[in-house]
């Protein structure tokens, strides 16, 4: 079992950046390959980007690609959302999850843990 908490949301304004970060529990951490996802108000979850158990792999979604970067740090049992060159596009509850999965994976239903989610607003 493992529990995920995010942390780092907040307001940021047109072009800025913030970085999120997600705590794991457990001695399994690296086991799980980890995502991050996002829900806009209205909108399904959508897949933002996901990192290998490594580290040495990573797949974005088209609007992350370019101006967000997934990293962690095993040894911490963390996994980080830097986001840079935000848009309004981009405000959502940002969740972390962890897949026991062999592939990376961008569904939400292919993952078996997830956070309580923080939110993100960028602001106009």
């Known amino acids: 079992q493992v529990q995920l908490v995010e942390s780092g949301g907040g307001l940021v304004q047109t072009g800025g950046s913030l970085r999120l970060s997600c705590a794991a529990s457990?001695?399994?951490?690296?086991?799980?390959?980890m995502g991050w996802f996002r829900q806009a108000p209205g909108k399904e979850r959508e897949f933002v980007a996901a990192i290998s158990r490594s580290g040495g792999a990573t797949t974005y979604a088209d609007s992350a690609k370019g101006r967000f970067t997934i990293s962690r740090d095993n040894a911490k049992n963390m996994v980080s959302l830097q986001m840079n060159s935000q848009n309004t596009e981009d405000t959502a509850v940002y969740y972390c999850a962890a897949a026991n999965t062999i592939v990376l994976r961008a569904t939400h239903s292919e993952y078996d843990y997830w956070g309580q989610g923080t939110q993100v607003t960028v602001a106009s």
């Open positions: 457990g001695r399994t951490f690296n086991r799980y390959n």
